[in-house]
């Protein structure tokens, strides 16, 4: 779990400074709920976070370094092109953090945040591809595939991962897809803590 933090000063930005302690710990509640009522085998590794969109436009304007040091050019041209690039950029870190939580390292063992990218598919579903250090433990560990959902509110953008190994890709696969809608509903609840604004969510890849 990557610790809460604040940006520092002189326009260097931190990782940790995105996150938030109170909506992070309502997405572990919820995913324990989850795993305590079958919805997802304890085997399937599992990440969450959640960004806050302001933070991230705020970043934008004060530390264009962090970025472009923090996305790829794909990334890049797609945020950038959208009518709203924080919500964007905000999602995608959302997701990085959510990956290496998945993955079990946070960003350690010389995993940076361009080390993970994500893309939308030809069928506009979110997609994740790994590089250098990420791919490389992602490789050790065995994890062949790792399933995102990002969505985002007036306030937060969020976003899940699941790490699955062969072992586990099969069985997870069948209880998430059964599952699906309890599964949905429990992060629903757990972002309704966050953002009171009805019919205000926003999602990519639907």
């Not at 436009?57 to 923090?70: L, W």
């Not at 994500?118 to 591809?129: D, E, H, T, W």
């Not at 590089?131 to 399933?147: D, V, W």
Request: glycine share 6%; aromatic share 4%.
């Amino acid at each position: 779990m990557v610790e809460d933090g604040t940006a520092h000063k002189g326009g260097a930005v931190s990782s940790a400074a995105l996150n938030e302690t109170s909506a992070t710990s309502a997405m572990r509640e919820a995913t324990q709920d989850a795993q305590k009522a079958g919805i997802l085998p304890e085997s399937v590794s599992m990440g969450v976070d959640i960004v806050e969109v302001a933070r991230m436009r705020a970043i934008m304007k004060r530390s264009p370094a962090f970025i472009e040091r923090s996305f790829s050019c794909e990334e890049r041209a797609y945020c950038d092109a959208t009518a709203s690039p924080e919500f964007h950029y905000a999602t995608r870190f959302a997701a990085k953090e959510a990956v290496v939580k998945a993955l079990g390292t946070g960003f350690r063992h010389g995993i940076r945040p361009n080390d993970i990218e994500v893309y939308l598919n030809a069928k506009g579903k979110p997609r994740v591809r790994l590089h250098r250090a990420a791919a490389k433990i992602a490789a050790h560990l065995g994890i062949e595939e790792i399933p995102l959902s990002l969505s985002y509110t007036h306030n937060e953008a969020v976003a899940c991962a699941l790490a699955l190994t062969e072992d586990s890709r099969t069985k997870a696969k069948a209880r998430v897809t059964t599952s699906a809608q309890d599964l949905s509903r429990q992060f629903k609840e757990a972002r309704s803590l966050l953002d009171d604004l009805p019919a205000a969510d926003g999602k990519e890849g639907a």
